[in-house]
């Protein structure tokens, strides 16, 4: 088996990797940055984002696992201190492999410009760099209303406990196909009129929003941050594509939730 392995870069991620690279270069599998099988994210959920970008390319031949060397993470569940058990465990391929959904992003453009397309694990947001978003919002294809406000957010299941959350969004069970669209300040007025809540949208829906002042955009998918120009749609859709990550051991995301906003103890 191939392997790779995405670092923090801090000295404890460091260190880390380097000893998973001994360990499992010692059990006989072969170090390629080009093409694992498994990709081990050192560090926390931020690492595992990047290296899921790396490697977006290679979903269907590529699994990730993720050891966290600060708070525990969605992604990152594994300690440090478990890092022998984990090389263990790979090296017998003691694992199974689960699936979540994504979100596809494509940008297209009112100057003739090919559209760009981008692939999200968490979510992507688009604000105006300067004045209020104003946004039409079509789902399916009928106007269904139009923004006003600071932003929007659309985010996949996984990605429904982090930015989507502090929103105000729904936590959502990464076994549904589906993405949701979260308000970002919206104005709601005798004038202004939006929906106010967050839309949970299954997978065969299509949700597209289109400029009705400005055409500048800040746009984020995941950690990416881009100014878009001249913009004529943004187009969202679950993704057919699903990232796949190596379980070792039942972690229940119940209890991830649980763990990560209600439990108390150290």
């Known amino acids: 088996m191939k392997f790779a392995i995405q670092s923090r870069n801090d000295d404890l991620s460091n260190k880390l990797m380097a000893d998973a690279k001994e360990y499992l270069t010692d059990f006989g599998l072969v170090y390629d940055e080009e093409e694992p099988g498994i990709v081990l994210s050192i560090g926390g959920d931020g690492t595992l984002l990047h290296a899921f970008h790396k490697y977006s390319h290679r979903l269907i031949d590529t699994a990730f696992v993720g050891i966290h060397t600060g708070h525990l993470g969605f992604y990152a569940d594994w300690k440090p201190a478990e890092i022998e058990k984990l090389v263990i465990s790979i090296a017998r391929k003691e694992y199974n492999v689960i699936d979540y959904p994504l979100l596809d992003v494509t940008i297209n453009y009112q100057n003739g410009t090919d559209s760009v397309k981008y692939l999200a694990l968490n979510e992507s947001t688009v604000k105006s760099p300067e004045v209020t978003l104003v946004m039409d919002v079509e789902l399916n294809g009928n106007h269904f209303e139009r923004f006003r406000g600071d932003g929007l957010c659309m985010s996949t299941p996984s990605g429904s406990t982090a930015y989507n959350k502090a929103l105000g969004g729904a936590i959502i069970h990464p076994g549904i196909s589906a993405m949701q669209l979260t308000?970002?300040?919206?104005?709601?007025?005798?004038?202004?009129?939006?929906?106010?809540?967050?839309?949970?949208l299954p997978a065969h829906h299509r949700c597209v929003l289109k400029?009705?002042?400005?055409?500048?955009?800040?746009?984020?998918?995941?950690?990416?941050?881009?100014?878009?120009?001249d913009v004529k749609s943004i187009e969202y859709e679950v993704s057919q594509k699903r990232v796949r990550f190596a379980r070792f051991r039942p972690f229940p995301f119940w209890t991830r939730v649980s763990d990560s906003f209600i439990d108390s103890e150290d």
């Open 211 to 229: 400029p009705v002042k400005a055409p500048d955009f800040m746009v984020t998918v995941d950690h990416l941050q881009l100014l878009h120009k």
């Open 183 to 200: 308000e970002m300040a919206s104005i709601n007025n005798r004038v202004f009129r939006t929906v106010g809540s967050p839309l949970i």
